[in-house]
């Protein structure tokens, strides 16, 4: 049966949601002569060489080189028939780009059939520009056979899908039964449950590419009880082994998911489970999003989790204040507490919210996973007053007093000594998450951009210090803007340690979303909008700057976080693309964040 209460709320949320018929996707449905996934490698005259482009929703898109080496362009090469890959290209102009950039951040075993089989969040998600496309070199055939030895390739295969859904849809020589059957919720006149079933004739050797199906054994049946919501869905499940191809809508997703899942379709199962990330943002309450990690646990589904645990990172503050925060599963809370990727106020306000879920949990949440928690807070990261104060604000010092201190004064450490000073300890590293910023949203290190603020300048006053040197009082200018896109700039420390206090950049934000504003300022932008952020200053050597541009939608959720490449981040338009998270009417506002990191 279907995992208990979470897959029944689901399919209400579902439901009330959006109707079957207002947001139908067909995630597989090819074109004649072009499949789902096919590739090609494009721009150099040679069928070995080019730019990486695969087909998806009929049109042709790019890759990013984003985390690419030999596993990937094996599978390239490996689904075009070639022996092997010679090796990866990157910055090489292959020629206008044709489309949107498709995959990235693809992660390859190297042993896949086909490029669309690596792991990958969501098609279309991405935040690179076409100057990374990816290309790839493919190894070729030796030139020294005889003519005899020459090898012509036929390739029929193309008709393949359709000819096993005819046999499917035939019956001829099926040898195995499968019956559907769920209850209607009605009783029949002996008091027993009143079912329905249905009976689908399939072929053992189609059926054995899927060994939970249990077609190889001696039985020439198999009975699977599904809810009677499911059950119409059945039969195009069964007839995609045989085609690979179906289609899918948001109310039929949540069952082919459940279904795919239990007879171990991992790729099916994952691409449906994709669609589930869209209605993340529609529960303000978190409910939602708390049942669909559940119910992707359950069913091993790792990019649904995935999905649901980002956004969780990405919307931390709102769902401390939701009615689920204390519920949440201590092995939750930790896989969110160790991304650094959590878009927070500061690292002091997450850990008064780690203590605020410890103390309503300290009954049934054991020390040791309580220490757990702690540990993943980046005392380093917290701000200096806060982390003086500890002592005295914190509701958890007294029963965890050795750590605090252990932590505390390790922080100290690190923001008051040299790094020379710091790497004479043999037991110091920077590889640690500890001394690596999250996405810090405080006005210390970012800035924040809407369609209401056009222009504006933030400036630290010069006559305004706390106790320990640091100036926190912001105030703001309005600066006039030449052209009047999106724009604002701000100050920011080199660093977090107090070593390199005094020493400030000034930062530049605009949000670009026309050629002209971009050639206004001298630079040239492939897609719009497009976010600029940069600084005029060289910081130290052992300093480098991993920004983020945080976008929220309707000032009620962050639906993308997006880094920058050579102060550029190009901004994917949800009614455009498959993002991840949709923002359905298009109103975005943008927060620039700053986030130094320290390097050996």
Not at 383 to 397: A, F, R
Not at 462 to 469: E, F, I, Q, V
Not at 483 to 501: D, E, I, N, P, V
Not at 567 to 584: G, H, M, R, W
Request: overall charge negative; aromatic content about 12%; proline content about 4%.
């Amino acid at each position: 049966m279907l995992p208990h209460r979470n897959l029944c709320m689901l399919w209400l949320l579902l439901l009330l949601s959006v109707s079957g018929s207002a947001f139908k996707l067909n995630l597989f449905k090819r074109t004649p002569g072009l499949q789902d996934g096919d590739v090609r490698l494009f721009g150099s005259g040679r069928d070995s060489e080019g730019r990486v482009e695969v087909y998806h929703n009929g049109k042709w898109g790019t890759v990013c080189d984003d985390g690419w080496d030999m596993a990937e362009a094996q599978v390239v090469c490996r689904q075009l028939e070639f022996p092997g890959a010679k090796s990866v290209v990157t910055g090489k102009d292959y020629g206008q780009a044709p489309g949107p950039i498709w995959l990235d951040d693809l992660d390859c075993k190297g042993t896949e059939n086909y490029l669309s089989s690596c792991s990958f969040k969501a098609w279309g998600l991405t935040d690179c520009s076409h100057k990374e496309d990816v290309g790839v070199v493919c190894e070729t055939y030796g030139m020294n056979t005889t003519v005899d030895d020459t090898v012509h390739e036929l390739d029929h295969s193309i008709s393949m899908s359709d000819e096993l859904g005819q046999i499917f849809d035939s019956r001829k020589g099926c040898d195995f039964h499968i019956l559907a059957q769920s209850a209607t919720g009605n009783k029949n006149e002996d008091g027993t449950l009143e079912m329905v079933e249905t009976d689908i004739c399939a072929h053992r050797l189609i059926l054995s590419q899927f060994p939970l199906f249990n077609a190889s054994d001696d039985s020439p049946s198999i009975t699977v009880s599904m809810s009677h919501s499911c059950q119409p869905h059945f039969t195009s499940l069964i007839r995609y082994i045989y085609t690979r191809k179906i289609d899918v809508t948001f109310t039929s997703a949540q069952c082919l998911h459940w279904m795919a899942s239990k007879f171990g379709m991992k790729q099916l199962m994952e691409d449906t489970g994709r669609l589930f990330s869209r209605i993340l943002p529609e529960d303000a309450s978190f409910q939602t999003q708390l049942s669909l990690y559940e119910y992707a646990e359950e069913t091993g589904d790792l990019v649904l989790q995935e999905n649901c645990i980002q956004y969780l990172a990405w919307n931390y503050e709102n769902l401390t204040a939701s009615p689920v925060w204390t519920t949440l599963p201590v092995q939750l809370l930790g896989a969110i507490l160790s991304r650094s990727d959590l878009v927070v106020k500061d690292e002091y306000f997450l850990l008064q919210t780690v203590e605020n879920w410890i103390e309503e949990n300290s009954n049934s949440t054991s020390l040791e996973a309580q220490l757990d928690l702690l540990n993943r807070v980046r005392f380093p990261m917290i701000p200096v007053e806060n982390l003086y104060d500890l002592e005295i604000n914190s509701t958890l010092y007294s029963t965890f007093t050795n750590v605090y201190r252990e932590k505390t004064l390790r922080a100290f450490q690190f923001i008051s000594l040299p790094l020379r000073k710091l790497q004479s300890n043999p037991k110091f590293t920077l590889q640690g998450d500890d001394y690596k910023p999250r996405i810090y949203t405080s006005d210390a290190w970012s800035i924040g951009l809407s369609p209401s603020n056009q222009v504006q300048t933030r400036y630290k006053s010069s006559d305004r210090r706390n106790r320990y040197g640091y100036e926190y009082d912001y105030r703001y200018r309005p600066t006039p803007s030449p052209y009047g896109q999106l724009a604002g700039s701000f100050t920011t420390s080199f660093h977090y340690s107090l070593m390199l206090k005094g020493q400030n950049m000034n930062w530049q934000a605009n949000i670009f979303t026309n050629r002209h504003d971009c050639s206004n300022w001298g630079i040239r932008c492939e897609s719009f909008p497009v976010a600029r952020f940069r600084n005029n200053y060289s910081p130290p050597s052992n300093i480098v700057f991993n920004n983020r541009l945080v976008i929220v939608c309707e000032n009620k959720y962050v639906f993308q976080v997006q880094d920058f490449k050579e102060d550029l981040a190009y901004i994917s338009k949800s009614n455009e693309t498959q993002t991840t998270y949709p923002c359905p009417d298009g109103q975005y506002s943008y927060r620039f964040v700053v986030r130094p990191l320290l390097i050996n």
